[in-house]
């Protein structure tokens, strides 16, 4: 006899989360990539006029290329052509990993240009101070100065504790960047 598995609560409301969302969330690897794809999906949903994440993914898969289509056309207008594949492939994991089969070429065909991504170098010490100078906030110019120095990615961040950071000679501090992950790395900050 199969019983049936508990579902997984949702940290804000208590509330059973839905089959398809916890399917999707199995599927990702990271925790903070399952938040930031369930942002770009929640768009998707709400431009669909769908109930939940469960009915989304029981629309007629017809219905659903066209409205997939027209999303990305529209999202073409709004944001810059580089994020649409990222936007795209959060939508794309979940109905996969959900069994919708849908024309995915056709989708990626409708894809703008890429266009080349500025500066490919670092900020120079000039460009940092003339953004130091427009923040006030303390956690702010903490924040930016760090990134400055170590060059991790902002994604990164919320993930940061106290015990990450290891006193290094000259008053330098060595940082441990997703621990635990497989992705995980050492950087250095400059006193």
Known sequence: MITKSPLKYTESDNQPMERSLLLFENSVKSKITFREYLKRLEKFRQFCNADSFDSLSRM???????????????????????????????????????????????????????????????????????????????????????????????????????RHLLEMPLGCKAVCVYEDAIEEYWTFISP
Request: charged letters at 30%; zero cysteines; aromatic letters at 8%.
């Open 60 to 162: 007629q898969p017809a219905k659903l290329q066209e409205m997939l289509e027209d999303y990305i056309m529209l999202r073409k207008k709004q944001i810059n052509p580089n994020s649409i594949p990222v936007e795209f492939f959060a939508i794309k994991s979940f109905l996969e990993i959900n069994e919708v089969e849908l024309k995915w070429r056709k989708v990626t065909k409708l894809f703008p240009a890429r266009i080349k991504k500025t500066g490919r170098r670092a900020y120079t010490t000039q460009e940092i101070q003339r953004i130091l100078s427009t923040v006030i906030e303390l956690r702010t110019r903490t924040i930016i100065h760090f990134l400055a120095s170590s060059g991790v990615r902002m994604g990164a961040l919320p993930e940061l504790r106290i």
